[in-house]
């Protein structure tokens, strides 16, 4: 293998060009999940194109090959190169992303290495896979005949659930699958919309030419531990009646609970209430508000993120709908490292009457399947209000916001959209739905719908048509 990999290493990137239109897909997906200026590691590097096209801050490629790796580090001088076999490298630091390209069809041992890149990541990297469809074998083999695909002898065909099992048994998490690419001929127009669009629905979605993982290495934390303090953020507007309930509810979780109101406008007398809890709790809890100057739960949400001092930040709305005392369940999720973007559910268990309507009940499961298909990951509430993310992933979250931009005045498909997009993994949590003791729903079935369905289409575009 490395004597034919090192005798076609100069007609490599001259085979990157004749088929640029695919290499340039692979561009576009992997600068779409990593963002420039991250700790970039590729194994199976070849001479480079795909590392540098990242825009790493710092980047280290490994091939096998030593003439590759000559030229690699002849075209990229500002980046590390190492001729070496993956699976016998000794890592010495941490990577942000690990990138393993059309790589896995060529290894001898692919668990060995799966298994040895675990020295170059925690939990906050993530492991990006991509590989050829086994439908397109005899497609492949007919380019490589005819010169159009660069020839290698390959030793693996996997599929997805192979490469998911692989992963497993060396630890690691699959965060998302997929599949992107369906026609490789370039023909104007017509490949940018079957690529763009045809190759992301169901059914033909089974028949493109990449599939692809993303995966993390989770953190193993016990169950219960104290090891982080948290902020419960509480929205409020017109929900007088329930503020000293949320506060007597609200379980102390981690080394440290704070709770935080914030005030929306109301017409009632919530805002007082607020006051006069947070000063008769003073010396037994937490507490403190503060008063939004814009409007909406959204701008409400980024104002108590803004000001939160927790390792981990939860949403608990005013309501109580979603019993206060289930949070402590949101924070072992995230604290034991199951997941890093905790959504709850109220469509597992049966709710109470009157809890939420029909059309509601309907639109949410509309929404559940619109989503699931967006974010290729499962989700089935995306309209409970409780939601948790560590404090350093919102962060990055807000780093990466200009990519959506301002769109969401609820606040709950800005950190979906957001964490999507950052490939953390979600996880959802049942809760039994409550209805509401005190007070009136804000939010309006028709138009709030409308805006919803709205957002659908935006995030189309910008998470799954992403071309």
């Known amino acids: 293998m490395i004597e ?59 091939d096998i090959s030593p003439a590759m790796i000559e030229i690699a580090q002849k075209n990229y001088p500002h980046l590390r190169f190492y001729a070496h076999d993956a699976g016998e490298f000794s890592f010495e630091e941490k990577f942000d992303y690990v990138i393993i390209s059309d790589t896995l069809g060529y290894l001898n041992d692919i668990q060995k290495v799966f298994n040895t890149i675990k020295q170059a990541v925690d939990a906050d990297t993530r492991i990006i896979i991509n590989y050829h469809n086994f439908f397109w074998e005899p497609f492949l083999a007919i380019a490589q005949k005819l010169k159009l695909k660069m020839p290698h002898k390959r030793l693996n065909w996997l599929g997805r659930s192979d490469v998911v099992n692989l992963l497993g048994i060396e630890g690691f998490d699959v965060v998302k699958t997929g599949k992107r690419y369906l026609l490789p001929l370039y023909i104007p127009i017509i490949s940018w919309f079957f690529n763009k669009y045809l190759a992301h629905l169901p059914l033909i979605n089974s028949f493109c030419l990449i599939g692809y993982l993303i995966a993390r290495l989770p953190k193993q934390l016990p169950h219960d531990n104290k090891q982080f303090s948290v902020s419960v953020i509480v929205p409020a507007r017109n929900e007088e009646g329930n503020i000293e309930d949320a506060v007597k509810r609200i379980p102390d979780m981690g080394k440290h609970t704070e709770i935080i109101f914030v005030e929306g406008g109301s017409s009632d007398n919530t805002l007082n209430e607020i006051k006069r809890v947070c000063e008769v709790w003073s010396d037994k809890r937490d507490v403190k508000y503060y008063i939004q100057s814009g409007k909406g739960k959204g701008d409400a949400v980024r104002l108590g993120f803004e000001k939160a001092e927790g390792d981990i ?43 939420m309507r029909t059309l509601n009940i309907l639109g949410n499961k509309f929404f559940s399947v619109m989503f699931s298909w967006l974010l290729n990951q499962r989700i089935k509430d995306t309209l409970c209000g409780t939601k948790v993310i560590s404090k350093n992933n919102y962060n990055k979250l807000i780093a990466n916001r200009s990519y959506f931009g301002n769109f969401d005045p609820f606040g709950d498909f800005d950190l979906i959209f957001g964490s999507a997009k950052l490939n953390l ?40 048509f992403v071309y």
């Open 4 to 62: 034919q990999l090192n005798r076609i290493a100069s007609k490599r990137d001259r085979y990157i060009r004749k088929s640029r239109h695919y290499y340039n897909d692979l561009k576009r997906f992997y600068h779409f999940n990593i963002p420039e200026g991250s700790r970039v590691l590729e194994v199976g590097c070849g001479t480079g194109f795909l590392l540098n096209s990242v825009n790493p801050s710092y980047g280290v490629g490994i």
């Open 313 to 355: 930040l939860m949403i608990l709305d005013a309501d109580l709908t979603v019993p206060p005392e289930d949070l402590s369940k949101f924070y072992n999720a995230i604290a034991t490292g199951k997941g890093e973007y905790i959504n709850g559910s109220r469509l597992v268990y049966p709710m109470e009457d009157e809890a």
């Open 425 to 464: 993994k979600l996880v959802e949590v049942p809760i039994r739905y409550r209805a509401r003791k005190y007070g009136e729903t804000n939010i309006s079935r028709f138009s709030h719908g409308w805006l919803l369905l709205k957002m659908v289409f935006y995030a189309m575009n910008k998470i799954k």
